[in-house]
């Protein structure tokens, strides 16, 4: 085994004023603690970053290196609700110039590798849900960004659920009684949804038709698609970061806030 530094250059809306170091624990498996070292710094479409890993060779070294600064950003994608996304995963994510970006402290960075090992060993289908969404903000094509978000609500939904007759019959009952759970069984004081019954069937039937192809060739269909991909967008949002602050005790909610209007 040899310590390996790796640096993952990351898209984004974000920088950080100077140069930030801090030691960090790694743990990917339970007993299996390596302090990484981690050194951020700015460049020219987001920020970069630098870990030491402790592995064989050198793909391995690579790997193990985006696993764990991955998770980290799927933590703070959640609380930024902008897309990150390390340069050299394979996403058709077009970004320019940000003319807007939020400046990230050493104490946020730090936060969000703790959380991200907690929830890495403890409560791994809520970190996948974090995961799903950030691919959802990263992905280009509207169909992989409707079903990312979905994605991200179901992960979540089928392992918290709570377990009884109606719930057994399916993910859209599962998903119903996790809303419930956080927002009451009065559907009109929800936000975003407001009362419409037919709210969760409709958008996972829109899932399982791009799941499994059953995409209707049809110019109304897409763009019926595409105008509901920001409020599963904001429901999924509010969902990973309500349930993950009430249900699992864990702190999602932050202070940081990025304009509607930024661009990419």
């Known amino acids: 085994m040899r310590t390996w530094e790796v640096t993952l250059l990351v898209k984004g809306a974000i920088k950080v004023n100077g140069q930030i170091r801090f030691g960090t624990d790694k743990e ?5 603690v390596f302090r990484s070292n981690i050194s951020i710094g700015n460049y020219r479409n987001g920020i970069k970053i630098t870990s030491t890993v402790h592995t064989a060779n050198l793909d391995n070294a690579y790997k193990v290196a985006s696993l764990f600064i991955g998770k980290m950003l799927d ?27 939020a400046i990230i402290s050493k104490r946020e960075f730090k936060d969000c590798f703790e959380l991200s090992r907690d929830l ?25 960004k409707f079903l990312a978000f979905w994605n991200a609500i179901s992960v979540v939904s089928s392992k918290y659920h709570t377990r009884n007759n109606r719930t057994s019959q399916g993910i859209i009952n599962q998903i119903w009684d996790c809303f419930r759970t956080l927002w009451g069984r009065d559907t009109n004081t929800w936000e975003i949804i407001e009362g419409d019954e037919r709210w969760i069937n409709d958008r996972n039937e829109i899932r399982n ?21 920001q409020d599963v967008q904001s429901i999924a949002n509010k969902f990973l970061i309500e349930w993950g602050s009430k249900q699992l005790g864990r702190e999602m909610n932050t202070a940081l806030t990025i304009s509607d209007n930024h661009t990419y």
């Open 209 to 229: 038709n791009i799941a499994h192809g059953g995409i209707p060739v049809e110019v109304n269909y897409v763009e019926d698609v595409i105008s509901k991909l």
């Open 120 to 144: 890495n060993l403890n409560e791994t289908a809520y970190l996948r849900g974090l995961n799903w969404f950030r691919k959802g903000l990263y992905s280009f094509d509207p169909f992989d």
């Open 28 to 32: 990917l498996q339970l007993g299996n």
């Open 75 to 101: 933590v703070f994608t959640i609380r930024l609700n902008v897309p990150l996304v390390v340069e050299e995963d394979k996403s058709n994510m077009p970004i320019d110039e940000n003319r807007v970006k």
